[in-house]
């Protein structure tokens, strides 16, 4: 009787935590313009990301462009959330914010921090994601990154995703379920 009582405590808890994240970052999003500090946290990840697999540089030269997602915060119990923010780089320049959001359910428990890079094949699909056409479906995997693991990294309908775990007890590359927002960078 007691674990029942708990469990619902929990997912209550969970549920809140979700909603204020979500609230918390969309009302920071309205409220601020061009973030500097998210844009030294996404150099950082970049670099991270060439240092654990340099197979990953020729992703970075020749994809027409990428977002890079320094933290995503992630929790399940039952029900799950994700979220995170990031910066959008074309030409290698950063040309707006993104964020990111998944709601899940299922057979799922734990937390998870990690970093999320997509990199856009052509203009068509980074077009496509510019203008909140862009989510991910149950069928789309990324890569999670180790030394070499770059081998393994291929665009899927112009799009190919890279992850690194940060920390937490949830080990899982599935995206079904994300969707993007973009805000173009305002000088």
């Keep these: ?50 240092e654990k697999d340099p197979g990953l540089v020729r992703f970075f030269e020749e994809a027409y462009g990428y977002a890079v997602f320094p933290g995503v915060g992630k929790g399940a119990v039952g029900f799950g959330g994700a979220h995170g923010s990031g910066v959008v780089f074309e030409s290698g320049e950063p040309i707006g914010k993104a964020t990111m959001t998944q709601i899940t359910v299922g057979f799922q428990f734990g937390g998870q921090a990690y970093s999320e890079l997509i990199f856009f094949e052509d203009e068509k699909a980074m077009k496509r994601f510019k ?57």
Excluded: H
Excluded at 161 to 176: D, I, Q, R, W
């Design 131 to 187: 203008r909140g056409k862009f989510k991910f479906a149950g069928q789309v995997s990324a890569v999670a990154i180790t030394l070499g693991a770059s081998a393994d990294v291929a665009y899927q309908n112009g799009v190919a995703v890279v992850t690194m775990t940060k920390a937490g007890l949830m080990y899982e590359a599935s995206l079904g379920g994300q969707k993007f927002t973009f805000r173009p960078k305002k000088e």
């Design 1 to 50: 009787m007691k674990t029942k009582k708990a469990k619902r405590l929990i997912l209550k808890y969970l549920g809140l935590a979700v909603f204020l994240l979500y609230t918390g970052s969309y009302a920071q999003e309205q409220i601020g313009g061009w973030d500097p500090e998210l844009e030294t946290k996404a150099l950082e990840t970049i670099i991270l990301f060439k």
